[in-house]
């Protein structure tokens, strides 16, 4: 934490030295991002992401949000907008942090994006399939998603009984939910 000299913000260990929560989930064709921190430009640069399809977000804390403006290196080079796949609680975030974005007259250079709006239904990124998990951040939704049998959740207190249900709903729909194999693009 800037400013703070306890034992974890000064210690030399690289666990203690982090950065704000994202990851990158990548097929052979698709590769997509949850959440944009401030940390978002340099996670790119150290990993070298050469591409970006997409990018999902969990919910419109700025600590997920804020680095999002950077993306409009992804749109130089692939000179296409990218898809932003959010709820309508975040979308609203993204509209009004990133305003200039959305305006009629754009100046050159702005990110270009393509909003989706989520819910808990399942859909498909390029051959990534993705099942949204609605968790909690104390009295707000946080998304969750699951790829294969990877789940990734972040800034939730309270998981598991929404969580069950909805597993065990989507069992009774489909036996298979589980086997990824069930899903388009995944053979
Ligand atoms: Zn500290
Ligand atoms: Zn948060």
């Not at 290196?73 to 907008?81: D, I, L, R, T, W």
């Not at 959305?102 to 990124?125: M, Q």
């Amino acid at each position: 934490m800037i400013g703070c000299d306890c034992a974890v913000c000064t210690s030399a260990d690289p666990r203690d030295n982090r950065l704000r929560s994202s990851i990158l989930v990548e097929s052979a064709k698709t590769t997509l991002v949850v959440d944009t921190g401030p940390d978002f430009r340099y996670q790119m640069l150290r990993q070298k992401v050469k591409k970006l399809d997409a990018v999902l977000f969990t919910h419109p804390h700025k600590d997920h949000l804020a680095g999002l403006d950077d993306i409009r290196a992804f749109n130089f080079f692939s000179k296409k907008p990218i898809d932003i796949y959010a709820d309508s609680l975040t979308e609203e975030a993204v509209r009004r942090d990133f305003y200039y974005a959305f305006t009629d007259t754009k100046y050159p250079g702005i990110p270009e994006l393509n909003l989706n709006t989520i819910s808990t239904e399942p859909f498909v990124i390029g051959d990534i399939p993705v099942i949204p998990i609605q968790v909690w951040h104390l009295k707000m939704p946080v998304m969750g998603f699951r790829f294969g049998s990877f789940t990734y959740i972040t800034d939730a207190n309270r998981s598991l009984p929404t969580f069950l249900t909805r597993w065990d709903y989507m069992r009774k729909l489909n036996p298979n939910y589980r086997n990824i194999s069930t899903w388009p693009g995944m053979d």
